[in-house]
Structure formats: C-alpha cells, structure tokens
C-alpha cells in the first residue's frame, strides 16, 4: 500500500531491470518502489459513535467519501506540509509484526511523514522471529537511515517511551496484545493517548484478548467508511463492546509514484522491458491481479474469469488483441496448495501462454505501467481500502472490482471502471467486463482518465497528509485535557 523510495532496491530478490533502472536515472526519473497497504482487507463509519469528520452522505457515484472538502480530498494543495504542528513531539508506533504487508508499511510510511516535520518516532515489532530476518533487517534500516529509533518491543525503553509519549499510535487490532504484555500496570496511564489505526475486517481479529482496550483509547482510525461500519456492528453485536471515537481516513498516493505515473518517457520504458520480460507484445492487452496471493485475493476465481473469457472471444469470434492475464504477488518458493492449485488450473486449461506469475515485490510501479487494466478480486468483505486502486488510477487504468469493501469508496462503476460480485457469482460477469474492455480500447482509455482525475482529487499524499493531520490534532487534544483533569 503506496510510497516509493529507490532505497528499496535493496530488498529485491530479483533485479530484473538493472538496465532498465539505469536508464531511468539517466531521465532523471526517480524510480520509486512501493510500500503498500493494498495487501489487506478493510469497512462506514455510523452515527453516534463516529467522529464528526465523518459524513454519511455518499459522493455520486459510488464512494464514500466526507462531505468535509478536507477529509474527501477536494482539498487545494497546502502551502504549508500540515503535519507540521508534530515537529518535537514524541510519537511511538506499535506494529504487530514488520513484514512486507500493508498494515506495516503504511505505518512505515506515516513515520516517515512524521520525520519529515521533525516529529521524534520511536517504532517497535511486537512479533519478531527469533531467528535472523532479512526483511526486518533491511526495513529496520531503512527506517533507521530516516532517523526513526528502533527499540525492542518488550524492553524498559519501550515501556519509557510509551508513558513520555504525546502519541502511541497501534497498528492493526493484533497489536493490542501488546499493551497488557509490556505495558502491564501502565496500561491505564497511555491508553488516553492511544491512536488505533485497524486495516481488518476478517472474522478471527475480532478477540476480546486483542481489542478489549479499544473502547478506551483516544480513537480509532480506519481506512475506509465499509470497514469502520464493520467494526462499530461486530465488537457491538459479538464482543459488547463499543468502539471509540472514529475517525475514517482514506489513504492518498505518494509524490514519488504520481511522478513516475506521469513521466511517459518512464512509462515507455518501463512497459517495453516488462513486456518483453513476460513475452507480452506492445499490442497485446494485459490484465494483471496485484496482491498477495491468498484465497483471499480471488486470484483463483480471477484466472477462471480469465480463461471463461478466453472461450467468449472464441465462440463469438471477436477481434481483439490476445489477452493476457499477470499475477503479481506468487512466492515461487513456498509453493503453498493454493499457488499450486492455480498452476495446477493454468496447465490444465493449457493458458501457460496466456498467464504469468511474478514474484512478490515492491516493485509494482513498473508493472503498472506496463499492462492495460488492474483487477482488483477480493473476495468476501472486499479490501479495505486496496491501495493499489488508486496506484492503478494514477498510471490512468481502469479497474475491474469486487463490489465490495473499500474498493466501492474508490472505483466509480461505468466511469472509472466496473465492479463485479465477489464469489463464484462473479465470475461470469468479471469475464465479461474483460471481453468488454479487450473490445473497447476508447472504453478503456475514457475509464483511466477518469481514474486518473479521482486521484488528483482526492487520493495525493496531501490528502492523507491533511486527513491524518485532523485526525492527530483530535487526539493530541483529548490527550492533554486528560492529562490535566
């Protein structure tokens, strides 16, 4: 989910583009790659109980956005970074876990926005393997290199840091298990300066042994109205308890990715070396699912929806480009039973032509600029947000969604893309939303630029900035009141 930095070469398992890259920073290009909050689901704010930043009112056509102009992201761009009432304060974020995830990332993101206006940000992993790491290491260091502080999530400096702190901001409902554990009988004491950033909506993250503090924190913040209204109903009717005050904050591109999406020499580049890499021709038309694969992800339902369109072309005789279908996300060296499963499909379907597995990476901006349209198939509840959404939208590609969670706050039906039911009952209309947009390229091009409008509405990093900021000054000053009572 979401901001670049060349710094992540590093992390690459594969370097597929070094000449590529290198022609890049010979444009002066800087080739940006991404953390995202895209790898995990989220769901509407709702009445009492939700901050008054939040509105119901839904925007024409289909979002769901604040009839706030600073929270729905119609916004002018500030002359002033509005983040900058954070310089000198102490801010503290607590992960779950730091791996190449959304929910981590976006929080690695947000940290780096703090630094950037002199906020000091102490981080720390309640989860970490015991044994040696080179993903933790690497974002250990990245964030280090930015002058974020990395302290061991159980030790006394953590503990220290959490009672002189003006913010404790928790990331995921799993971290909540890190108050009682380390915190202890200081849990009272920080939790009316706690911030709670959820990006779930799967059943098992609703524990009591996770979220019973959350009634009493200073607020939570959620990355999309679906999945705010989620958690408002589910902790009311299954745990009886009530969520605080809350406040939905939809996510914005950073500058690094809105410059390489708008740098056509770039985007050439990039999409002839991707091409060439997968044996797509420029002609071709490629359709690429971006997400960890899970079962989760619909990547399965995705390659079926593929190959029904396949035989649509065929009995009807279309004439269209070949189509091609990219799945980006695969762990080639796990080889879990559902990765199998799909190759096990593809071969049977005898489409290894057609559909390409890459690798889990950062790297997905040079995948965005080398297909035609993004999928985006998450299934039950949908994502809850899908920061690679509004990536795609920002490289002017049209998206084909589940109708469900955050995707429906961000992709407008029939203007900026099309939306299918999740489940089986989506695939036939999936496969037919590719059939329709591999026959109708003025479609297609129509959609993107529309995409591309929403996004330089409402989902730039100053959006978010701006959003995050209301939300910050909120809790800094519900923090202080209590402090003095």
């Given at each position: ?7 992540w070469?590093?992390?690459q ?10 022609i890049l920073?010979?444009?002066?290009t800087?080739m940006a790659?991404?953390?995202r909050?895209t790898?995990?689901?989220c769901p509407?704010?709702?009445s ?25 992201g119609n916004a002018?761009?500030?002359?002033l ?10 801010v503290?974020l607590?992960s779950?876990?730091?791996?190449l995830?959304?929910g981590?990332?976006?929080l ?6 703090l ?9 720390v ?5 015991n044994?040696a790491?080179d993903?933790?290491h690497?974002?250990e260091?990245?964030?280090?290199d930015?002058?974020v502080?990395v ?19 928790l990331?995921t ?6 108050l ?5 009988e ?5 939790l009316?300066?706690?911030?709670w ?14 979220v019973?503090?959350l009634?009493?924190?200073?607020g ?6 679906t999945t ?6 589910r ?11 809350t ?12 410059e390489?999406?708008?740098?056509h020499?770039a985007k ?7 091409r060439e ?10 359709f690429a ?12 339902l995705?390659l ?5 369109s396949?035989?649509?072309i ?6 269209v ?5 990219v ?16 190759r ?5 379907k ?8 890459v ?8 995948y ?6 993004l999928?985006q198939n998450s ?11 509004i ?12 109708a ?7 992709v ?5 893309g ?11 209309p ?9 026959r ?7 959609m ?8 330089k509405?409402r989902?730039?990093?100053h ?9 910050l000054?909120e809790?800094l000053?519900k ?7």
């Amino acid at each position: 989910m979401g901001k670049q930095s060349s710094a992540w070469i590093a992390i690459q398992q594969k370097r597929r583009w070094p000449l590529m890259i290198l022609i890049l920073l010979s444009l002066s290009t800087a080739m940006a790659f991404l953390i995202r909050s895209t790898f995990d689901s989220c769901p509407i704010s709702s009445s009492n109980n939700v901050s008054h930043f939040v509105r119901e009112k839904q925007d024409g056509g289909g979002g769901g956005g604040s009839t706030d102009d600073r929270l729905n992201g119609n916004a002018r761009a500030p002359s002033l970074n509005p983040l900058d009432f954070m310089k000198s304060r102490l801010v503290l974020l607590v992960s779950h876990e730091l791996t190449l995830s959304g929910g981590p990332l976006l929080l690695m993101e947000l940290a780096f926005l703090l630094r950037g206006v002199g906020a000091e940000v102490v981080w720390v992993t309640n989860q970490k393997p015991n044994e040696a790491n080179d993903v933790i290491h690497s974002l250990e260091h990245k964030m280090l290199d930015q002058g974020v502080q990395v302290y061991s999530a159980k030790g006394e400096e953590a503990v220290n840091t959490a009672l002189k702190a003006d913010l404790v901001i928790l990331n995921t409902a799993v971290a909540g298990k890190w108050l009682d554990a380390v915190l202890k009988e200081n849990v009272a004491q920080v939790l009316p300066k706690v911030l709670w950033w959820i990006h779930e909506m799967r059943g098992h993250y609703f524990k009591l042994e996770y979220v019973k503090h959350l009634p009493f924190v200073a607020g939570a913040m959620i990355d999309s109205h679906t999945t705010a209204n989620y958690w408002k109903n589910r902790t009311h009717e299954r745990l009886g308890i009530k969520m605080p005050e809350t406040y939905v904050v939809h996510l914005g591109n950073s500058k690094e990715l809105m410059e390489v999406a708008e740098n056509h020499v770039a985007k050439r580049v990039l999409r002839e070396h991707v091409r060439e890499s997968l044996g797509a021709r420029n002609e071709d038309l490629v359709f690429a699912l971006i997400n960890s694969v899970s079962r989760g992800k619909g990547q399965d339902l995705f390659l079926r929806s593929f190959n029904e369109s396949l035989q649509l072309i065929r009995e009807r005789k279309l004439q269209v480009p070949s189509i091609h279908a990219v799945i980006v996300g695969s762990d080639m060296n796990a080889q879990t039973k559902f990765e199998t499963e799909l190759r096990n499909f593809v071969s049977e379907k005898n489409i290894q032509n057609r559909v390409h597995f890459v690798n889990k990476t950062l790297t997905v901006a040079p995948y965005l600029a080398s297909i035609d349209v993004l999928v985006q198939n998450s299934q039950a509840r949908g994502e809850c947000f899908g920061r690679i959404t509004i990536e795609a939208m920002a490289f002017r590609l049209p998206v084909l969604g589940t109708a469900a969670g955050g995707t429906m706050e961000i992709v407008v039906n029939g203007t900026t893309g099309l939306l299918h039911p999740v489940g089986k009952e989506g695939v036939s209309p999936l496969a037919n939303n590719i059939v329709q947009l591999a026959r109708n390229v003025e479609r297609r091009l129509t959609m993107g630029k529309r995409g591309y409008e929403r996004v330089k509405e409402r989902f730039l990093e100053h959006h978010m900035a701006e959003r995050i900021a209301l939300v910050l000054k909120e809790v800094l000053h519900k923090a202080k009141r209590h402090s003095h009572s």
